[in-house]
């Protein structure tokens, strides 16, 4: 299937955003609309932090483990989550660039490595799904960025 970009831009510059993205207890924060349940281990922040999180969606009750595989400050963070029982493998990057003007662009895209059976027979569904809630979190994470 073909991967997912959504973006925004917040006034923080780079390093603060990559800061704040690369504590990964902070990804509850701006996705818990869709993840819940939400376990931490291995060290909180840069490579190897490890999440567990269950999705809470119409007709799925999925846990997704991720791990933070790259941490480039202050340029880009890249994941992979494994989730439905290992038949979804996905990778998530994050990338941070100066925005005109000032502030920072934020992209995070997510491909799949692996899709389970229902996914490869309606990829436009799980593709939009992916951008809904997504480009929510993104809008959430920009909100709170801002804000504080």
């Known amino acids: ?9 917040v006034a923080k510059p780079p390093a603060a955003v990559f800061d704040f993205l690369d504590l990964l207890p902070n990804h509850e924060s701006f996705l818990d609309h869709w993840l819940v349940d939400w376990e931490f281990s291995g060290p909180p ?12 969606t119409v007709g799925s009750q999925d846990w997704t483990e991720f791990e933070l595989l790259e941490a480039e400050a202050p340029r880009r963070i890249v994941e992979e989550g494994v989730g ?16 005109p003007g000032g502030g920072t662009a934020i992209a995070f895209e997510l491909e799949w490595l692996e899709a389970s059976r229902a996914e490869r027979l309606i990829p436009p569904l799980s593709r939009a799904f992916v951008r ?13 960025l801002d804000a504080g």
Do not use: I, S
């Open 1 to 9: 299937m073909k991967p997912v970009t959504v973006e925004t831009t």
């Open 84 to 99: 439905n029982n290992g038949k979804r493998r996905t990778r998530g990057t994050y990338r941070f660039a100066e925005a």
């Open 45 to 56: 922040r840069g490579v190897g932090a490890k999440a567990r999180a269950r999705a809470n």
């Open 132 to 144: 809904r809630v997504n480009a929510k979190a993104l809008r959430r994470l920009a909100r709170q």
